[in-house]
């Protein structure tokens, strides 16, 4: 078959050397390759960055802690702890009863309150407060607290999280905020 | 009519070339001795296809919306026509995903299928291993009961865990700083869109790599992979005694195949998809998350690894693992292919279905949760109805020491079992353990009043052997 001029790397003989044109059609298709992959990337660019932007925005959104009243102060009895809800610092429309989150309240006296957060600090499953034996017990992998929310057994790294807590005109508010996650390093 | 079939037929694949797409696939040769053992690659991939065809069929009906997919999850599971069903298929499919994986990584495996030239083979399989168990994973966190979304926290926790960036992950993972409107929506995404298209893709060159270099023949003690050779005898051998893939290779796998999805569907059918559990309102804390079974041996991981070296196991172990299963076909490529010849191997598949099987065990009975359901004592169990003794026993219930320790088959079994703990103890040592606590057993002292400490200990005196006289003083 004669095909020589057809593909260009039949025209390049071992013996003669390129031809002037076969060092152009080189050069163009060099070129013309580069090209197409330059905007291959180009397009990757335009279309990535923004979907990638959208999907990694929730890391970079920060959350001012918002207070959230969970009952007047004559609700709670001296000395007792027991489970508060609130809602999330932010929530989204359509977040339904996931925006809700709870707390361990316990007041103190006339005018402290302690509110602990509820995720354990091993791997953030809900405690529960044993309030016969005073301790918080984990669920999931055996975590369990004392009373001030420090940790009696089990794996957890730290004591419980606290929430702050304020008395604003004879409410009991407190400071809803991130999940607390416990970090390395 | 015949005709007109076979003209129009013809008429098609002239113009769509469809035999010559397929038709060199289907009659390829294959080693005539590849039998049973080789079905289980193609099983996942029915496996694969059961979950792609029922989750597009649930996804019709599913509303990956924060506020609705519970109700739609019980709409499905309780009012639709097949929704239970096609629940029960999608889950038992994945179910029997992840086993034929397993299978046919261990067949692989034993064979010494991984050698040359199909290292990538294995390669690109343990890409999908990882795929399926992130299926595995988000496919329950799409159920969206109050499991999903306490398992949605812990995967954020252990992701934060990640040294530098762990806090930045978790907020990924949640979607944000709290459970909330966007999380289910990502793993929707995930599980649907982002994680399938992937596996498309990697199942495609997994495919593609069995036809490039065929399927491995059977290994015979003492004949060694040789890089130099190996094609060349492979192809000599196929040449000689190979059969068409279709039907003589073939028909295993339909028969395999079709016996899997049969079992889905019995087990579909007779027990059911997981139920729908309390919806997921991160506000009731009396919650009990579990992954489902395939991922429950990882609970246990993170149960009984030692807290002090725990975020190094937590993080490193699996990527540690994943390295090695990737890079394992490149640092072990000649040589024996027989599983006689490789004992280690041998080893390394017992060992991990041995520590799997346990892990899986203990992570099914966790006995490091506390058991929140225990029941006050009987009075036969306790074995009086007043004084000091039965005193001690409500004691016993209400400062929740039964939560966590066995009286006679009752209670927890997070601390030791209580039944005779007065054969080991001393009424002294008690009081000691009880007031000061002692490893995972919390200090009383300040919790108890010391009339409740004796009536404890009134209690736990009478619990020992009968035939056994108490540890004298």
């Keep these: 078959m004669n095909n020589e001029n057809i593909t260009p790397d039949d025209g390049v003989q071992p013996s003669a050397g390129p031809r002037r044109e076969t060092i152009a059609l080189i050069s163009r298709r060099k070129f013309l390759s580069r090209l197409s992959l330059s905007l291959a990337g180009v397009c990757a660019v335009v279309i990535g960055v923004p979907a990638a932007g959208f999907v990694l925005a929730p890391l970079f959104r920060k959350v001012a802690g918002t207070w959230r009243t969970v009952g007047a102060v004559g609700d709670f009895a001296i000395g007792e702890t027991v489970s508060v809800v609130f809602e999330d610092p932010s929530p989204l429309p359509w977040a339904g009863v996931t925006a809700r989150a709870a707390a361990w309240l316990r007041r103190d006296s006339e005018s402290a309150f302690t509110a602990f957060s509820a995720h354990c600090t091993h791997l953030g499953c809900p405690v529960r407060w044993m309030p016969g034996a005073n301790l918080f017990l984990c669920p999931c992998h055996g975590g369990v607290y004392y009373r001030d929310g420090s940790v009696a057994a089990g794996p957890p790294p730290h004591p419980l999280f606290r929430y702050d807590v304020r008395i604003l005109e004879g409410n009991v508010q407190v400071k809803a905020t991130a999940v607390p996650i416990t970090t390395t390093l | ?473």
Aim: net charge positive; hydrophobic share 50%.
């Design chain 2, 1 to 473: 009519m015949k005709r007109f079939v076979v003209s129009t037929w013809r008429w098609l694949d002239d113009r769509l070339g469809l035999s010559d797409l397929i038709g060199p696939s289907l009659r390829h040769l294959v080693p005539h001795d590849a039998t049973w053992w080789y079905v289980f690659g193609s099983a996942t991939l029915v496996a694969f296809t059961v979950q792609i065809i029922t989750g597009i069929a649930l996804a019709f009906s599913f509303v990956p919306s924060s506020s609705q997919a519970y109700d739609t999850l019980r709409f499905i599971t309780n009012e639709a026509p097949f929704g239970h069903f096609l629940r029960g298929l999608h889950y038992y499919g994945a179910s029997a995903m992840v086993l034929m994986v397993g299978a046919h990584m261990a067949q692989t495996f034993l064979f010494g299928a991984y050698k040359y030239p199909r290292e990538m083979s294995w390669s690109t399989g343990v890409l999908l291993l990882a795929f399926t168990l992130v299926m595995g994973f988000t496919g329950q966190l799409l159920r969206w009961d109050q499991t999903a979304a306490w398992s949605v926290v812990v995967a954020a926790e252990q992701a934060g865990r990640v040294p530098v960036i762990g806090d930045w992950l978790a907020r990924f993972i949640l979607g944000g700083s709290t459970i909330g409107g966007a999380t289910l929506s990502r793993f929707f995404a995930i599980h649907v869109f982002l994680i399938p298209a992937t596996m498309f893709v990697f199942i495609g060159l997994h495919v593609w790599l069995v036809l490039r270099h065929g399927i491995s023949d059977p290994p015979v003690a003492g004949r060694r992979v040789d890089p130099a050779t190996y094609k060349q005898e492979y192809h000599a051998e196929l040449a000689r005694t190979g059969v068409p893939f279709w039907p003589d290779g073939a028909w295993r796998d339909f028969v395999f195949g079709t016996a899997l999805i049969l079992g889905i569907a019995a087990l579909a059918l007779i027990y059911g998809p997981p139920p729908v559990e309390r919806p997921p309102d991160p506000s009731i804390l009396e919650a009990d998350p579990r992954p489902d079974w395939y991922l429950l041996w990882y609970f246990a991981v993170l149960a009984l690894i030692p807290p002090k070296i725990e975020g190094a196991v937590m993080i490193l172990a699996p990527a540690l693992i994943g390295v090695i299963l990737l890079l394992a076909p490149i640092l072990g490529s000649k040589g024996e292919r027989h599983w006689s010849r490789r004992p280690w191997a041998i080893g390394v598949v017992l060992l991990s279905v041995l520590m799997i099987g346990s892990l899986w065990i203990a992570g099914a009975n966790s006995p490091w949760s506390p058991n929140f359901e225990a029941k006050p004592l009987t009075a036969a169990v306790v074995g009086a109805t007043q004084g000091p003794i039965a005193e001690g026993a409500r004691i016993f219930h209400q400062r929740a020491c039964l939560n966590c320790h066995l009286i006679q088959g009752h209670g927890g079994r997070r601390g030791p079992d209580l039944t005779f703990v007065s054969d080991r103890l001393s009424e002294n040592d008690i009081i000691i353990r009880i007031v000061n606590g002692r490893g995972n057993m919390p200090a009383y002292g300040s919790i108890l009043r010391p009339a409740e400490v004796n009536a404890l200990v009134a209690f736990l005196k009478t619990c020992r052997r009968p035939e056994f006289p108490a540890k004298e003083k």
